[in-house]
Structures are given as structure tokens and as C-alpha cells.
């Protein structure tokens, strides 16, 4: 039966990627395999979003693209997972404290991508972010600059881990946070949704 809910032991190393997947991409896959060999990752678990916060347009229906995101992501060790809409949470800082207390003996780790790091102190609550879970930001074309020179990147700085001990970062107590330099993959769901991908894309996975 598939749980509503992961299913994780205790003690495990949980990466959350969360993003609106509108549509899931390469870029997606790689910084999620990147994740979890660079900071030493259990699992993953990908957050399709009800909506980004910041965001003005709101997504494709989560139907939609919760199954262009498991087309997209066959992994042993990664879900794809609705499980904000389920519990009813939209900003991270509150779906990080339901998880915390729904799951007390995992280690969540959240990751994002570079361009998230430079918004990052818009966020709702960035700070508790910051302050209960370690995060791991991997590499995006032309976002390294605007990431590292952020304010938040700058108001932790201190607790910034060096990449060589990247591997640590799940483990680590927050706040931890660490950058890896990653080949990187130039793609983005705005760029496919400009050339029309998103349903030529939808059509090949479900293999019509
Ligand atoms: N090519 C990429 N390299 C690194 N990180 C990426 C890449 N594409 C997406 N991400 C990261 O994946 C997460 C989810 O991103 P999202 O679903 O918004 O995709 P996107 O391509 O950024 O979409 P959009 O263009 O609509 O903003 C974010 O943390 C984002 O930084
Ligand atoms: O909590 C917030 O205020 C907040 C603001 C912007 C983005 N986020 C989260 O960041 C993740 C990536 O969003 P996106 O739209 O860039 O894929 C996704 O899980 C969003 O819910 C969260």
C-alpha cells in the first residue's frame, strides 16, 4: 500500500527539495543526485509546492505535476511527495516545523538551488529555517555571484561549511549551511514553459 506519508527509520538523513515543479526537469534530477552523494543523504524527498509563496502566478494543477515529477524522478531512495497539500502548509519555515514534529527521529536537510539562497532572507520565517535545519544549496547558471554576496548567505556566514567537509552537513547542527560547486545543468521550468515543453515534455513521459 502507498502511505500518505513517508514511510523513513529513525536516524535517517532526509534531504527536502521543495519546488513547484512546473514542469519537473533535468535540472531537477541533478541537483537532487548531487544533493544527496555531496552532503551524505539518505533519502530525498521532493516537496511539490501547492504554490510558492512568493510567487504571483500560481502553478499547473498538483495532480499534474505530481505525475510529470514521479515520471520525471525514478529513484530507490526518492519520493515525490504532496505532502504540503496534505498538511495544509505553503512556506517552508511551516511545513519544516510539522515535519519536525511528525517525524522526531529524522534528520532533515533542505535543499535548494543557488537562486534561492539570493531570495532566501524574503522567506517567511528565514531565520528559524536557518536556525533548526542544516541546508545544502548546490550551484545554478549565473546565480553563483547574487547567492554567495546574499543576506543571508552574509548573516550566517560564519556558519558556512567549507565544501570539503560538505559531507558533513547532515549530520551537522544547525545552523549549518553549505555551497557546492556542482557541474551545473542550464535549465529552468520558466525557459520550458517559453518553448511550449511542458506538455511535449508530459506527452514522452507518459509515453504518448
Ligand atoms: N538547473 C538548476 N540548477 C540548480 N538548481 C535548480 C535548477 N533548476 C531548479 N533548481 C532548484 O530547484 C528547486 C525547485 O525549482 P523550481 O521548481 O522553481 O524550478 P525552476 O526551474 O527554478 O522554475 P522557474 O523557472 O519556474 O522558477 C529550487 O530550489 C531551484 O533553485
Ligand atoms: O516559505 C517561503 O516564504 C518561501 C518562499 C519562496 C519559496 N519557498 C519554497 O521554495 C521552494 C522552491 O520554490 P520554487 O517555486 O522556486 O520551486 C518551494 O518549496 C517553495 O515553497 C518558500
Redo the contacts with the bound molecule.
Sequence with gaps: MKHAFPQVGAGQIVGL??????PP?R??V??TLEAMKAFGLDRVWWLVSPGNPLKERGPAPMAQRMAAAQAMMRHPRVEVTDIEARLGTRATADTIRRLRALYPQVRFVWL?????LAQFHQWQDWRYIMDVVPIGV????GERISARMSPAARTYRKWRLDGQARHLLGQAQAPAWCFVNAP????????LRAQGEWIAQEASLSGR
Design positions: 527539495f521543495g519546488g513547484s515543479f512546473d526537469h535540472g531537477h541533478h541537483v535548494m538551488g543557488a537562486d534561492n548546490v550551484a545554478r547558471p551545473m545543468i542550464d535549465l529552468s521550468s520558466t525557459g
